[in-house]
């Protein structure tokens, strides 16, 4: 499989996408065809490293890392992605859970999986010599996921660029309790200043090569490979154990997560509808409204973590689609108020006594407002991004209770943080690098 730019140009090998992260003309990579598959090819197949190697095959063939897949989603994807169903006929209800590896977010996966596969990419000498500098920018989980996936792994050094005062404390640190092979940096602005710099430092053709820099972002594509794996998988559990596709709404901030659901689905697994919940941040809402699309400046939110202004991976979308008509085909997107995030993790512990977190309830919020006939017909699974323990801040006060932390989330509070401060320019960084 080779892949090619959202804005043309030449096809590059597996290998060069990952390293690249964007593309020399700023698009972002994509499959130039995109595989196909059946229900039935995955015959009897239960785990998810199984599950993704079977559907990720297609997307490596003919790359130095098809023979190595098997392995990193065996060592990659090692922790449970359970479907929880929470209500039943006519039209289920189901909890995709994503929050059970080392930082309870689904970041984790993305990040966990890129991290083996360029370690073998630099280990082969694929691409470039180590060590090379992974830069990241983060609205809360990717940097904790991808400072945990590449903490002390060999010929890599992750620079981690996050809000100031924008993260939750426990995210914060995760983001900077490190040290070793980490640095991080919290950026006087918002996650549009972090995403923008990074930008910058690619585009900028002499600290690229200076630092070989890679990028982790969801815009890479090899975190958007295993997160439509997953869904896959939980899509395959339901259509063996009903017969029945799967309809999916999913709390999206960059648009990497939805945006993977859609592969899956066009790859052909049985996924019905796709419904993007999103935040105050409604320029994905707006624009399938409208056809206008208007990037603006993030607003905070509780669910800071889907704070994005101008998400990247709509471009992506946008190159799957001949034009705004037929994008809304693929993804309805629905905004939900910090009111509404709050009032629902309060009726949803009520309701099934379960502590869900602010992303979290912005999915549920939007299915409990889905049309009587949407929600009845279809079978749903709204998805969980995040552990409600590392909204501490948020959920408890509204819960009135403490969320017990998962055992790694605990581990890593122990440790001591450090971070360093910079303002939003790339003189700032380059020093840093
Ligand atoms: C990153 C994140 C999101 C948004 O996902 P995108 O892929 O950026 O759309 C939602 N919830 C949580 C908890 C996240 O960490």
Redesign the pocket.
Known sequence: MRYVSTRGGPAVGIETAIMGGTAADGGLYVPEVLPGCAPGDFSTLEAFPEVATTFLKPFFAGSSLANRLEEVCRLALNFPLPLRQLEASPGTLSILELFHGPTA???DVGARFLAHCMEHIIRDGVFATAPVTVLVAT????GGAVAAAYYRRPGTRVVVLFPEGRVSPRQQHQLTCWGGNVVSLAVRGEFDDCQHLVKAAFADAGLRSRHRLCSAN?INVGRLLPQAAYYALASLRHWRASGRPLSFI?????????FACVWARRVGLPIDRIVLATNANATIVDYLATGQWLPRASVPTL?S??D?GN?S?MERLQALCADVDALRQEVSAVPVSDAEIRSTIVDEFRRHGLPW?P??AAGLRVYRELPEVERTRRDWAVVA??HAA?FDTIVEPLLGTAVEPPAELMELLTRPAHFDTIPPELDALAARL
């Open positions: 977010a689904f970041k609205s809360g989980d990717t969801s999913v709390p999206t901030g960059n648009l990497g997560n939805g669910a973590a889907m994005v998400p991976n977190c992303h979290t991004t995040a590392k």
